[in-house]
């Protein structure tokens, strides 16, 4: 692994090192209390001392761990430290690795982009087609699609020359006040969804995008380093077309609403079916902006909530948290629960 690399990654554990930190003193005594005319001086006093004590250490614990990230023989992640080998990828901690039930769900899985010489079976197209056209009509107009659009792939399959980091970004509320903007830029891709914004809430959710994940429907102007990845869900979407658009595979959204949500809910979230997407085809994935605020709301953090306890619609919105949690506990993502 180059320097330049390690280094980066190094600065990707201190960030979060910092977060993590900065999430327990907020919630704990140590937190700063609000001000009021009760307020005594030497009250502040001491917890900003301890405030800035908690920044001290972990800054102290990012300055002695970072040998170890430039030795080679050594595995430094957010959950272990250990020899580094793994023949999947050249991360510290390569997502493939460990986990029968996990590897087993990720070589089970389709291809997750639709191939420029699309074979899905006539039993994946009967799930996923909502209307009229059959599966002659879906071929042909797949075929029309391919002859406009340009050839995008990304590269699916690990490398062990390779250590793709990837950040998913949701657009739930608890990221109002995470200040994880910094921390997500660090990140080789960022995929975000539908129209969620950057401008304006960049202390937040960070500036950079590579790939946004959406329906047509959703569509919004992108600029030139940004990949569409389009999830179709009717044979209409296949005729809107714009560049650099990569399209998700119909076979593996069916795998996903039926292997990885048990077929829980209408259909998969966008959220979702782009962490999916990310398991496939990132070796570190952290997540963020997934789940309800700290009061329990599933608003976005770019709109203002108008009702309180607002749900997920059609989409197994608690099922598809508790999965992702999972995922988590099982050290397979980073999950940021935010503020």
Not at 12 to 24: D, M, Q, T, W
Not at 142 to 164: A, G, Y
Not at 193 to 210: L, Q, S
Not at 286 to 311: L, P, R
Request: charged letters at 20%; one cysteine or more; hydrophobic letters at 40%.
């Amino acid at each position: 692994m180059s320097p330049r690399l390690l280094l980066k990654r190094w600065i990707v554990f201190c960030c979060r090192l910092l977060c993590n930190i900065v999430y327990i003193l907020r919630f704990t005594h140590l937190n700063v209390s609000p001000l009021t005319k009760s307020t005594d001086c030497s009250s502040l006093k001491m917890n900003y001392r301890q405030k800035k004590s908690g920044v001290l250490i972990s800054l102290l614990l990012c300055i002695a761990v970072m040998p170890m990230f430039f030795s080679p023989s050594w595995n430094l992640s957010v959950y272990s430290f250990g020899p580094w080998k793994s023949s999947f990828c050249s991360c510290l901690k390569c997502i493939r690795d460990g986990d029968p039930w996990f590897r087993e769900q990720i070589d089970a899985s389709p291809e997750p982009f639709l191939p420029r010489k699309h074979s899905i079976s006539e039993n994946d197209f009967l799930w996923w087609k909502q209307e009229k056209y059959d599966f002659a009509f879906f071929n042909a107009t797949v075929d029309k699609v391919f002859e406009m659009l340009p050839i995008i792939s990304e590269d699916v399959e690990p490398r062990p020359d390779r250590c793709r980091i990837c950040a998913v970004v949701g657009n739930s509320g608890n990221l109002n006040g995470s200040r994880y903007g910094p921390l997500i830029d660090l990140h080789d891709f960022v995929i975000r969804m539908n129209y969620g914004p950057t401008r304006g809430f960049e202390v937040d959710v960070g500036t950079k995008t590579t790939h946004r994940v959406m329906y047509p429907e959703t569509a919004s102007l992108l600029d030139h380093t940004t990949h569409l990845v389009f999830f179709p869900f009717k044979m209409e979407d296949f005729l809107w077309l714009l560049e650099n658009v990569m399209i998700l595979n119909p076979a593996f959204m069916k795998h996903v609403h039926q292997v990885w949500l048990l077929k829980k809910g209408a259909y998969p979230s966008t959220g979702f079916m782009a962490l999916a997407l990310s398991l496939m085809i990132c070796d570190e994935v952290s997540v963020f902006g997934f789940g309800a605020d700290s009061n329990g709301n599933w608003g976005h953090y770019f709109e203002e909530i108008k009702e309180q306890n607002f749900g997920t619609g059609y989409h197994p919105g608690t099922y598809e948290y508790n999965l992702i949690q999972q995922l988590h506990k099982i050290q397979k993502i980073t999950l940021y629960k935010g503020h």
